[in-house]
């Protein structure tokens, strides 16, 4: 992640983007997205590993739940989508918290990288097509 936003750093200097073709602004669009998506993605892990991870599911259980005996069976997680799910032993099963924006927002951002991306392919084939071809000198 950090060699991505050093190498869109690199692009954004007066130089390059004098030299951008349209092309080479979609791919960098591209790849700002996608770093965006995985910076939100790991702070979505962060987030979760730092409110969670040490507690090993304790706060899944609640006071009440310990007084009529319930426990935690077991906590189940996806990575996508991100999210974590407790199971007590008298069935009951909800999610801890994962900031409701994290999900949507890295879609958002994952389907906005492909759309620049696609975009990216489609404006070098069209500069391809306009450009003269070189003859080969043998």
């Known amino acids: 992640m950090i060699c991505l936003l050093a190498f869109l750093a690199a692009s954004v200097t007066p130089q390059r983007r004098l030299q951008a073709t349209l092309t ?5 669009a591209s790849l700002l997205f996608a770093t965006a998506a995985l910076a939100l993605y790991t702070f979505g892990c962060l987030d979760i590993a730092f409110r969670y991870g040490g507690e090993g599911g304790e706060s899944c259980v609640t006071g009440e739940d310990v007084v ?3 426990r ?6 996806n990575l996508v989508p991100l999210r974590v799910v407790c199971h007590l032993t008298n069935g009951r099963a909800f999610d801890l918290i994962v ?10 951002l994952l389907l906005l990288a492909l759309g620049a991306g696609i975009a990216s392919i489609l404006a070098h084939r069209a500069q391809r097509r306009s450009s003269p071809r070189k003859e080969l000198v043998t």
């Not at 900031?99 to 927002?105: D, H, I, M, T, V």
Request: proline share 8%.
């Open 24 to 28: 080479t602004r979609w791919r960098d």
């Open 68 to 70: 009529k005996g319930v």
């Open 72 to 77: 935690l069976a077991k906590v189940d997680g």
């Open 99 to 108: 900031p409701a924006f994290l999900n949507p927002a890295v879609a958002v």
